[in-house]
């Protein structure tokens, strides 16, 4: 089975650019999330999704970020404009269900390089 | 609050050498569930056991062991016999009520031939 699909896997854009980065959670999985990594702040959640819907974006670091899931199989995070310290490690992971019993299953992710 | 607190840093290893990783969490929750994976030096994280806190039941799975102290607050996680491709970072997880999954900072194990 298709494991969480991320792309790119790599980008390298200037400062004041949008980025926008895609996922694909496994399917059948009902939550989709998305975390940050970065050396000073680790793993960090950012915003997760059930159904679709946005269930708690208070990890979302500023406006210039933002995450919508149009559909049950496609997921998207913005930045607008990027800056040098969005710079990390982005990781989508999705799961049958946020409970604690469910497991997170991760994609591969997406390194971001903001120069 | 919850936190999970990986107090190793870095671990090295000569190949064939047992080595344990570390993990304490906290947390005020009677339910919580707790996780280990696996990130290797190509960056993906790796998802290798899920532990409930009704279920003290040390695990092995191969080379990999995990011990679950409730009255410690641990969940520790030993490698026996390490390998080269055992060489990665390690993060502990914990899940509570809320959903969220928190993250200790990582151990970085580098096992050397």
């Known amino acids: 089975d298709a494991g969480v699909i991320q792309s790119p896997r790599h980008e390298v854009t200037e400062m004041g650019q949008e980025v926008t980065l895609r996922c694909k959670p496994i399917?059948?999985?009902?939550?989709l999330f998305w975390y940050r990594q970065t050396m000073m702040r680790g793993l960090e959640l950012l915003i997760y999704f059930n159904n679709n819907v946005p269930i708690d974006d208070s990890g979302m670091p500023e406006d210039r970020f933002s995450a919508k899931m149009p559909n049950a199989s496609f997921s998207t995070l913005k930045i607008q404009p990027s800056e040098p310290r969005d710079s990390a490690v982005y990781f989508c992971a999705s799961s049958l269900s946020a409970g604690g019993q469910e497991t997170q299953y991760f994609g591969p992710g997406t390194r971001l390089l903001v120069l | 609050a919850q936190k999970v607190t990986q107090a190793q840093t870095e671990i090295s290893v000569v190949e064939k050498e047992d080595v344990t990783l570390d993990c304490v969490y906290e947390t005020r929750d009677t339910t919580y569930y707790l996780f280990w994976y696996k990130q290797p030096p190509s960056g993906e994280l790796v998802f290798l056991i899920r532990r409930n806190s009704f279920d003290e039941q040390n695990e092995i799975s191969g080379r990999y062991s995990w011990n679950f102290q409730k009255s410690t607050s641990s969940f520790n996680f030993t490698i026996t016999a390490s390998q080269v491709v055992d060489s990665a970072v390690y993060f502990c997880?914990?899940?509570?009520?809320?959903?969220?999954?928190?993250f200790g900072q990582g151990t970085e194990l580098s096992v050397k031939p």
């Open positions: 997880a914990l899940k509570g009520g809320g959903g969220k999954l928190i």
């Open positions: 399917s059948g999985h009902d939550y």
